[in-house]
């Protein structure tokens, strides 16, 4: 790990030990964008499971919207947005998508709640549903099924994550004078530094 991605790293470690320490909603709360393969962008709010050196992880049914569009192209930019740290902080991550390794995603599913993962089951991510009741009664069926037993990751529900080629730190100030760095890797896998103007 090279040193200016080593120093993007803990400037977002200690940004996100502010978030919490500032008493944000939920700090792990991150707009994930993709688009298809005609540049039809989409975004949506998701929860960070976990970061590290390999990147930004989050779980999600690859059946649903977000999941074919990033297995069609497999590039996302992240958005996380802590408006009580300092004078307001944004920091905005753009990188490949990979799924996360088999083992990865059972550990993290068996963690979840029970009522988690029967939803997990019984929900088919995206297509349209007639009635709140038809999602009830599949849960119910499905909490039946598993009756007893633990409840295995369903195939298609697993962890994706965001390797960054880009991570923006934005700094609020007044009358927008904001104070932007951006951290970037290029194909060479070389990262620079620079400041952007507000």
């Not at 944000?24 to 393969?37: F, G, I, N, Q």
């Not at 050196?53 to 930019?77: I, M, S």
């Not at 009664?137 to 965001?162: H, K, N, S, Y």
């Amino acid at each position: 790990m090279t040193d200016l991605y080593a120093e993007a790293l803990d400037t977002f470690d200690r940004l996100f030990d502010e978030a919490l320490a500032a008493g944000e909603p939920d700090r792990t709360a991150m707009a994930v964008a993709t688009s298809t393969l005609d540049a039809r962008p989409s975004v949506r709010m998701v929860l960070l499971k976990s970061h590290d050196a390999r990147g930004f992880a989050f779980y999600t049914h690859l059946d649903g919207r977000k999941g074919r569009e990033l297995q069609a192209n497999p590039h996302a930019a992240l958005l996380f947005h802590w408006p009580r740290v300092r004078d307001g902080v944004q920091v905005r991550i753009e990188g490949r998508v990979h799924e996360v390794p088999a083992d990865e995603a059972d550990a993290y599913f068996a963690s979840r709640p029970r009522g988690s993962q029967v939803g997990a089951w019984a929900s088919k991510q995206s297509e349209t549903l007639e009635s709140a009741e038809t999602f009830e009664q599949r849960c119910q069926r499905m909490e039946a099924d598993f009756q007893g037993r633990e409840i295995p990751r369903p195939p298609r529900w697993t962890g994706l994550r965001v390797r960054p080629r880009r991570i923006e730190f934005w700094y609020g100030a007044q009358f927008r004078l904001h104070e932007r760095w951006l951290y970037e890797r290029d194909a060479a896998s070389v990262w620079t530094k620079r400041m952007l103007f507000p």
